[in-house]
């Protein structure tokens, strides 16, 4: 009995020996009033006011141990919204998540800046390292999800440049952001998309730098999508008017020899999507449908190589007999000769 009192005593004893002097170990899980449960990395990331707990987070990024940043500036955050120290934080946040190659989650923390904090110092940063993040993804960086960063970027920098342009339509980053939207969709092959995105940025930058490229990339993303298929007369048509309309525009742009060019090419293929047209109608035995395809081919251009042939088409005495073995040949190259 004696020996079991004794050891009773002693577990006591030790109990009251351990709650009135704990040893200073790390405490991974710590619960606070508003917070609960949160996950400190070796009890290490968390102060006791703002600036403090800035501070401790610009320490970590310093060492390069973002993940001890990261934990300590989302600390601040979450329990100091309001403060002035927060608004770095979040800049500093998405610094920390750029260097680990979390560049999309970066771009959502500087875009919480700048909608939360519309007047903070840190809003040009932020705008300016959003962009830089889009462009990234543009350039054929991998958006990173989880470890793996084996994921297309391209649709990021669709959402990328589309909140900049929504936010800041009027900063010195809105024209910008507005023709890389054009040539993401580009780079997507959504032609129509991208003409919408330049088109966009003509009526509204009329008087930006920028408005002459992006009238210049309306013609040439127009081209793409005539070229993309089978002939797309409407597509082509709409490529001259947009080259035509630059020329009106900026007739002394040093882009006015490749407009030049490009217009020439446009005629080739314009005489070629014709030319076929009416071949197609004359292997159906329509002499009269034929005709006038061949006329409109002769009437654009009759010294071309398609205005040529066009030409003797017409000029034969008797027409084509219908040849139903006849295939209809896609345009694949405007210097291609009939």
Same mark, same amino acid.
Request: aromatic content about 12%.
């Given at each position: 009995?004696?020996?079991?009192?004794?050891?009773?005593?002693? &577990?006591?004893?030790?109990? #009251?020996?351990?709650?009135?002097? !704990?040893?200073?170990?790390?405490? !991974?899980?710590?619960?606070?009033?508003?917070?609960?449960?949160?996950?400190?990395?070796?009890?290490?990331?968390? +102060?006791?006011? !703002?600036?403090?707990? &800035?501070?401790?987070?610009?320490?970590?990024?310093?060492?390069?141990?973002?993940?001890?940043?990261?934990?300590?500036?989302?600390?601040?955050?979450?329990?100091?919204? $309001? +403060?002035?120290? $927060?608004?770095?934080?979040?800049?500093?946040?998405?610094?920390?998540?750029?260097?680990?190659?979390?560049?999309?989650?970066?771009?959502?923390?500087?875009?919480?800046?700048?909608?939360?904090?519309?007047?903070?110092?840190?809003?040009?940063?932020?705008?300016?390292? /959003?962009?830089?993040?889009?462009?990234?993804?543009?350039?054929?960086?991998?958006?990173?999800?989880?470890?793996?960063?084996?994921?297309?970027?391209?649709?990021?920098?669709?959402?990328?440049? /589309?909140?900049?342009?929504?936010?800041?339509?009027?900063?010195?980053?809105?024209?910008?952001?507005?023709?890389?939207?054009?040539?993401?969709?580009?780079?997507?092959?959504?032609? !129509?998309?991208?003409?919408?995105?330049?088109?966009?940025?003509?009526?509204?930058?009329?008087?930006?730098?920028?408005?002459?490229?992006?009238?210049?990339?309306?013609?040439?993303?127009?081209?793409?999508?005539?070229?993309?298929?089978?002939?797309?007369? $409407?597509?082509?048509?709409? +490529?001259?008017?947009?080259?035509?309309?630059?020329?009106?525009?900026?007739?002394?742009?040093?882009?006015?020899?490749?407009?030049?060019?490009?217009?020439?090419?446009?005629?080739?293929?314009?005489?070629?999507?014709? #030319?076929?047209?009416?071949?197609?109608?004359?292997?159906?035995?329509?002499?009269?449908?034929?005709?006038?395809?061949?006329?409109?081919?002769?009437?654009?251009?009759?010294?071309?190589?398609?205005?040529?042939?066009?030409?003797?088409?017409?000029?034969?005495?008797?027409?084509?007999?219908?040849?139903?073995?006849?295939?209809? $040949?896609?345009?694949?190259?405007?210097?291609?000769?009939?």
């Amino acid at each position: 009995m004696m020996s079991m009192r004794k050891s009773f005593f002693w &577990l006591v004893a030790a109990a #009251f020996l351990a709650l009135a002097f !704990p040893p200073d170990c790390p405490a !991974p899980l710590v619960w606070r009033p508003g917070e609960g449960w949160t996950y400190e990395k070796g009890g290490t990331t968390s +102060a006791k006011t !703002p600036q403090e707990q &800035l501070e401790l987070g610009k320490t970590y990024q310093s060492q390069k141990d973002y993940d001890s940043a990261i934990v300590a500036y989302r600390r601040l955050i979450r329990r100091w919204p $309001t +403060a002035y120290a $927060t608004q770095e934080a979040r800049l500093h946040l998405g610094e920390c998540l750029s260097a680990l190659g979390f560049h999309y989650k970066a771009s959502l923390e500087y875009q919480d800046l700048i909608e939360k904090h519309p007047n903070s110092e840190f809003l040009e940063t932020a705008l300016q390292r /959003e962009f830089e993040i889009g462009n990234l993804f543009l350039s054929g960086e991998k958006h990173r999800v989880w470890r793996l960063q084996i994921f297309s970027g391209y649709d990021k920098a669709v959402e990328i440049f /589309e909140r900049i342009v929504k936010t800041a339509p009027y900063s010195k980053l809105g024209p910008e952001a507005q023709l890389r939207l054009g040539m993401v969709y580009e780079k997507l092959k959504q032609y !129509p998309e991208a003409v919408m995105a330049y088109e966009k940025l003509v009526e509204r930058y009329p008087q930006d730098p920028l408005a002459e490229t992006a009238q210049f990339a309306m013609g040439v993303a127009y081209e793409k999508q005539a070229g993309s298929a089978d002939y797309d007369a $409407t597509s082509a048509n709409k +490529a001259v008017t947009a080259f035509q309309d630059f020329l009106i525009r900026y007739p002394k742009s040093d882009r006015v020899p490749d407009v030049e060019k490009h217009l020439v090419s446009l005629k080739q293929e314009q005489g070629r999507g014709l #030319f076929h047209i009416g071949e197609f109608y004359e292997k159906q035995g329509n002499a009269k449908a034929a005709a006038i395809y061949y006329n409109e081919v002769i009437a654009q251009n009759p010294h071309s190589p398609w205005g040529v042939a066009a030409q003797q088409k017409v000029a034969r005495p008797t027409p084509v007999s219908k040849d139903t073995s006849f295939k209809y $040949t896609p345009f694949k190259s405007s210097t291609e000769e009939p």
